[in-house]
């Protein structure tokens, strides 16, 4: 009922997708990243549907972590930030959350509250994931700091593990050596240390297999877009979770020289069929999609004919001349790949899946 524009999510894709990430890991740990509310896909949600497959679930703050441990998660979850401000601590602590420790003012901070708040006896201690910036340069110890903090850290009352951590810059790209120089410098720290590692995002999980020890970090491959920048067997077998629809909801003829929408950026050649879709970027849809951008109308691939506005887009119906008001769209989804669509939109599939806004319904199913 009432506007045609839905999120379909396929649970069964999610699984199906986790379980192949999972398979790349000798341990069987890939821990289920589901920030930004499940990369647009409803965290609770994923979670739910994972909650048997996954040991673990990593988010972006203890405001995501809340949101999953209120609707009843109980498997650990990883905060991939660890805290902001030392506020956090009482209730991250209290919780059981596992964090990332990834500057010297978290230590700092750390230091001071369980100085002032000694742990005793039975106790639950902290799973300290301590993050290593291997070339990055965004968060994480220098290598050369890091054997002193994690001597540091394993030596306190209050900490239960620490697990060595970094995130690959390049894994993209299965050409580019800079993910073999961040994987030396973590595979010497490790034999030093004899720590175990979580180093695979996606990219790495699918294409670095040397990176697959220790727990691996799934993201957007859960969602079933491949983050590699070419084809791959494994990225060719993930599959779409989501499918964002929408419907015709008017059909109109213009003639050579008419314009269509804001600015008249698509100017008709000969006489064009045009469809109005249900979907804008008051939706998510990105309004930088390009002329020509890929939607499918009775499964059929047409383009788009104009800037997309708020609630609407318009395409040019050529291919389906027999197209009606009602008949299906699909912006992206299992037939039309989101890799495709962001490719038009000068961005990634991160965006496009992150950005859909609340007012989307999301339907989920699980066959
Ligand atoms: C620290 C960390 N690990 C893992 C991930 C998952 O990355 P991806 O979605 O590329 O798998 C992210 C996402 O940004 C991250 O920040």
Redesign the pocket.
């Known amino acids: 009922m009432g506007r045609p524009l839905v999120a379909e999510i396929n649970l069964k894709a999610l699984r199906h997708n986790y379980q192949l990430a999972q398979q790349q890991s000798a341990s069987d740990r890939a821990i289920a990243?589901i920030?930004a509310d499940g990369?647009g896909h409803g965290a609770v949600q994923v979670a739910q549907a994972l909650t048997d497959l996954a040991p673990a679930f990593?988010v972006?703050s203890l405001e995501e972590a809340e949101q999953l441990t209120a609707a009843g998660i109980t498997r650990p979850i990883l905060l991939?930030e660890g805290f902001f401000s030392a506020e956090e601590l009482p209730l991250l602590i209290r919780r059981g959350y596992h964090l990332?420790v990834h500057s010297q003012w978290q230590l700092d901070v750390l230091n001071h509250y369980f100085a002032g708040n000694p742990v005793s006896g039975g106790q639950p201690r902290l799973q300290v994931w301590l993050k290593v910036d291997s070339g990055m340069h965004r968060l994480g110890f220098d290598p050369e700091q890091v054997s002193d903090v994690y001597q540091h850290l394993i030596q306190q009352s209050w900490v239960e593990e620490v697990i060595l951590?970094s995130?690959f810059a390049c894994a993209?790209d299965l050409h580019n050596p800079f993910t073999q120089q961040q994987l030396n410098i973590m595979q010497s720290l490790k034999k030093q240390l004899k720590a175990t590692l979580s180093l695979a995002?996606?990219?790495a999980?699918l294409g670095w297999p040397s990176a697959c020890e220790g727990w691996l970090?799934?993201?957007?491959?859960?969602y079933g877009a491949s983050?590699l920048a070419s084809g791959h067997p494994l990225g060719d077998q993930l599959q779409a979770v989501m499918t964002l629809k929408s419907q015709l909801i008017s059909v109109r003829t213009i003639e050579a020289g008419e314009q269509v929408g804001y600015g008249g950026r698509f100017v008709a050649q000969q006489t064009t069929i045009i469809g109005v879709v249900a979907c804008g970027y008051g939706d998510g849809y990105p309004r930088q999609a390009i002329e020509g951008t890929p939607i499918l109308v009775n499964g059929i691939k047409c383009n788009l004919a104009g800037r997309v506005s708020m609630d609407m887009l318009t395409v040019d119906l050529t291919p389906v001349p027999d197209a009606q008001p009602g008949d299906p769209v699909e912006l992206w989804g299992p037939n039309l790949s989101v890799n495709e669509v962001a490719g038009y939109c000068d961005t990634i599939s991160?965006t496009l899946l992150t950005g859909l806004l609340p007012r989307v319904k999301r339907h989920y199913f699980s066959f």
């Open positions: 990243v920030k990369y990593a972006a991939l990332v951590t995130h993209d995002n996606s990219p999980t970090r799934p993201g957007i491959l859960l983050p991160y």
